[in-house]
T-cell receptor
Framework: GAGVSQSPSNKVTEKGKDVELRCDPI?????LYWYRQRLGQGLEFLIY????????KSGLPSDRFSAERTGESVSTLTIQRTQQEDSAVYLC??????????????FGPGTRLTVT | AQSVTQLDSQVPVFEEAPVELRCNYS??????LFWYVQYPNQGLQLLLK??????LVKGINGFEAEFNKSQTSFHLRKPSVHISDTAEYFC????????????FGKGTTLSVSS
């Protein structure tokens, strides 16, 4: 079956512009995560969605970052007034959270964001 | 809170040599442990995971890892590496509750040369 997909694969934007990143999780996966991977760093958790519950936004670095998810499908991560330090690869992952024995997160290929 | 330390940022090895990538974690609660691999220009792929049971875990591509609770370690090993194993390897932990985000180490770049 299809894996997690993300679009665009690459995005170059000017400082101060807003960007939207899209994630299509694996069908049937109830949980969706966004992570950020800056050059030379590990992945940083940004936000988590589980079904219709309120999202866990504890990892968002500033109020310029927001995310939405429609039901158990597509999610968009929005970064407003982008700054150069926002340059990173943004990774989305989904999982069958809540079912026994499965805590594997399946990752998409990521969106490489470059803020000039 | 949990944290993960990958002790080596880069590990160069020759083809067919054994390799060990080291990972230590810190946590006040029990955790699940994972190793992910990221090949150039690709997304992360799960290599193996430790949830419970046997402390020696076997994964894909001939990799294995051993969970050592007393040393809070989860080192990744392969007895004989191939050029195709060249990639970035990430160790990660998560708590037991559903919805717990993975906490990643900074990664180890494994470079295999002939």
């Amino acid at each position: 079956g299809a894996g997690v997909s993300q679009s665009p694969s690459n995005k170059v934007t000017e400082k101060g512009k807003d960007v939207e990143l899209r994630c299509d999780p694996i069908s049937g996966h109830t949980a969706l995560y966004w992570y950020r991977q800056r050059l030379g760093q590990g992945l940083e958790f940004l936000i988590y969605f589980q079904g219709n519950s309120a999202p866990d936004k504890s990892g968002l670095p500033s109020d310029r970052f927001s995310a939405e998810r429609t039901g158990e499908s597509v999610s968009t991560l929005t970064i407003q007034r982008t700054q150069q330090e926002d340059s990173a690869v943004y990774l989305c992952a989904s999982s069958l959270e809540g079912t026994s024995g499965t805590y594997e997160q399946y990752f998409g290929p990521g969106t490489r964001l470059t803020v000039t | 809170a949990q944290s993960v330390t990958q002790l080596d940022s880069q590990v160069p090895v020759f083809e067919e040599a054994p390799v060990e990538l080291r990972c230590n974690y810190s946590s006040s609660v029990s955790v699940y442990l994972f190793w992910y691999v990221q090949y150039p220009n690709q997304g992360l792929q799960l290599l193996l995971k430790y949830l419970s049971g046997s402390t020696l875990v076997k994964g894909i591509n001939g990799f294995e890892a051993e969970f050592n609770k007393s040393q809070t370690s989860f080192h990744l090993r392969k007895p004989s590496v191939h050029i195709s194993d060249t990639a970035e390897y990430f160790c990660a932990v998560s708590g037991y509750q559903a919805g717990t985000a993975l906490i990643f180490g900074k990664g180890t770049t494994l470079s295999v040369s002939s």
